[in-house]
T-cell receptor, first 109, second 117 residues
Framework: RKEVEQDPGPFNVPEGATVAFNCTYS??????FFWYRQDCRKEPKLLMS???SGNEDGRFTAQLNRASQYISLLIRDSKLSDSATYLC??????????FGAGTTVTVRA | DAMVIQNPRYQVTQFGKPVTLSCSQT?????MYWYQQKSSQAPKLLFHYYDKDFNNEADTPDNFQSRRPNTSFCFLDIRSPGLGDAAMYLCATSPGPSTDTSTDTQYFGPGTRLTVL
């Protein structure tokens, strides 16, 4: 079983729509949670950390459910520039991160 | 700006010809990582350094070696590249362990795309 599993998508949505997707993680001892964004043929870039109480950064909202071991990301009012692959990333206490393979989002005009 | 730099951005090598990829950082982070990423796959951790301590992943082939001569620089050596080693190689850094889990955040360089002919 993979440590972090994501629906690869793609999620094809029109501009202005809301899109949401989850990832699940297997290590119940995980302590840190992130969403990274990766554009085609570029490096992953931190989008946001995910906190236990859930957090919001502009149009992006992340939620963490420790009991069910999943993390979600919601994007409101989608922009063309939101088209990317979103990597779910989980850390334990050994300063290593486990990456999901990513969920691809395509926003169309 | 503080950053993670990788050189070269694109590397073409021949089957079996050794190649070295370099990474440097101005963040003064303790931990440096090397990942291999193939198309539509998650980045795969090859190894990392915590300061001078080298930590190899169990499934990293012996063909891959690394050196960290100082805090700022880290090198990935591929001794005999095979066709299956063609990938994007990502270097990342993080501050290191602490009680603040935000220090788990890793910062990536732009990557080196390796082609093996």
């Amino acid at each position: 079983r993979k440590e972090v599993e994501q629906d690869p998508g793609p999620f094809n949505v029109p501009e202005g729509a809301t899109v949401a997707f989850n990832c699940t993680y297997s290590n119940s001892a995980s302590q840190s949670f992130f969403w990274y964004r990766q554009d085609c043929r570029k490096e992953p870039k931190l989008l946001m950390s995910v906190y236990s109480s859930g957090n919001e950064d502009g149009r992006f909202t992340a939620q963490l459910n420790r009991a069910s071991q999943y993390i979600s990301l919601l994007i409101r009012d989608s922009k063309l520039s939101d088209s990317a692959t979103y990597l779910c990333v989980v850390g334990s206490n050994d300063y290593k991160l486990s990456f999901g393979a990513g969920t691809t989002v395509t926003v169309r005009a | 700006d503080a950053m993670v730099i990788q050189n070269p951005r694109y590397q073409v090598t021949q089957f079996g010809k050794p190649v070295t990829l370099s990474c440097s950082q101005t963040l003064n982070h303790n931990v440096m990582y090397w990942y291999q990423q193939k198309s539509s796959q998650a980045p795969k951790l090859l190894f990392h350094y915590y300061d001078k301590d080298f930590n190899n992943e169990a499934d990293t082939p012996d063909n891959f070696q690394s050196r960290r001569p100082n805090t700022s620089f880290c090198f990935l050596d591929i001794r005999s590249p095979g066709l299956g080693d063609a990938a994007m190689y990502l270097c990342a850094t993080s501050p290191g362990p602490s009680t603040d889990t935000s220090t788990d955040t890793q910062y990536f360089g732009p990557g080196t795309r390796l082609t093996v002919l």
